[in-house]
Structures are given as C-alpha cells and as structure tokens.
C-alpha cells in the first residue's frame, strides 16, 4: 500500500511570498488532514476534511491561509503571503475516518520563511 | 486547555535500559481513543499502539507495552531493552468520538546512549 505523498520536501522563501503545498493520500482514505509542526512541539492542526468538504478549520490562519480538496483526494494548502512565524514543517495525514482510525502521515514539507 | 499532556520533554537512557513515556488526557466523551506515535529523525510520525476507552486490558507487544488507566487518564508507553534505533520523539494522541478530532500532546524526545 503506497503512503501519503507529499512534496515538495523542503521549501525556502522569502517573507511575503507565497508557496503552496501538495498531498496525496492513501488511496480509500475519505479523511485528509493538515498539520503544522513548529520544532520542538507537537502537530497543530490546521484543517480537516472529510471527502471534498471542510470538517475543521478553526485553527487556520483564514487570512493567509487556503486549503482545498477538489473530487476528494489530493488536497494542496497555500500560504500567501507567508510570515516568518509560518516556518514549520507541514505534515499531511490521512485516515479512514472512524474515531479509531489511526492517522497515517506524509514526510512532510519543511518550510522556512527567511 | 491541553487536551493530551506529556510532561516529560526529554529523557535519556542507556541501551538495554526499559523506559516509561507518561500520557495524561483530558476529556468529556466516555467514547475515545489513545495513540501513541514515533517521530524518528527523518520525521514521518509513524502510528505505534491504538487503545479504546473500553478496554483497560493492558498488553506487550514486543518490546513495547502500555498502561491504560482511566480513573487517573493516564496511558503510559513503556519500551523494555530500550536500542538505539529507539531514539525519537514519541507522541501521545486523542481521539473523541463526539467532535471527530484528534490532539497530540508535545511530545517526549527520547535518546537512547549506546
């Protein structure tokens, strides 16, 4: 069984810029996820989607922020214009949606803002 | 609030030493489920161990085993013969049947001195 893809694998840019971020799951797996991952802590959920509709975005900074998951599978997330505080890793996960499901995550992008 | 707290930040053992990762959780639903999750240096999280709410059983699994607990929250880790390979930093998770959402706690770096 493939994993969930991600790329690009790292990212650099400048502040006030805009990068976007891809991610494919695992193939069946209704339930796509973004994370943040700021080093040393742990991931921050940054939206939830089941199929092609938003479950959470609560945390997501809408003002720079976007998400989509257009015909329910892969999904991309966009920064713009991205702030230096933006500089973390970006994890994406998926599951097959039940509370006991485990969540099967990608390698991640790792951006840094500079 | 945290939802998912692990206290210890970092820890360092000998190999061959068996090491305990304390989990404390809080939540409402009587429906939920723990995981615990390995972030190796390559930084993928990889799904370790899932419990439900309903079953205090506690197992092994290898070298790996956990404690459950509900009248204190508590869901330790416990790695017997600890190796090198163990290194990494180990996070616990929640998930609640009523919001559909999973919590990670911070994590606990774990270093294992050859």
Not at chain 2, 76 to 87: G, L
Request: proline share 4%; with cysteine; glycine share 6%.
């Amino acid at each position: 069984e493939a994993g969930v893809a991600q790329s690009p694998r790292y990212k650099i840019i400048e502040k006030r810029q805009s990068v976007a971020f891809w991610c494919n799951p695992i193939s069946g797996h209704a339930t796509l996820y973004w994370y943040q991952q700021i080093l040393g802590q742990g991931p921050k959920l940054l939206i939830q989607f089941q199929n092609n509709g938003v479950v959470d975005d609560s945390q997501l900074p809408k003002d720079r922020f976007s998400a989509e998951r257009l015909k329910g599978v892969d999904s991309t997330l966009k920064i713009q214009p991205a702030k230096l505080e933006d500089s973390a890793v970006y994890l994406c996960a998926s599951s097959l949606g039940q509370t006991n499901s485990p969540l099967h995550f990608g390698n991640g992008t790792r951006l840094t803002v500079t | 609030a945290q939802k998912v707290t692990q206290a210890q930040t970092e820890i360092s053992v000998v190999e061959k030493e068996d090491v305990t990762l304390d989990c404390v959780y809080e939540t409402r639903d009587t429906t939920y489920y723990l995981f615990w999750y390995k972030q190796p240096p390559s930084g993928e999280l990889v799904f370790l161990i899932r419990r439900n709410s309903f079953d205090e059983q506690n197992e092994i699994s290898g070298r790996y085993s956990w404690n459950f607990q509900k009248s204190t929250s508590s869901f330790n880790f416990t790695i017997t013969a600890s190796q090198v390979v163990d290194s990494a930093v180990y996070f616990c998770a929640l998930s609640e049947m009523r919001r559909g959402q999973f919590y990670f706690g911070t994590g606990t770096s774990l270093t294992v001195i050859p």
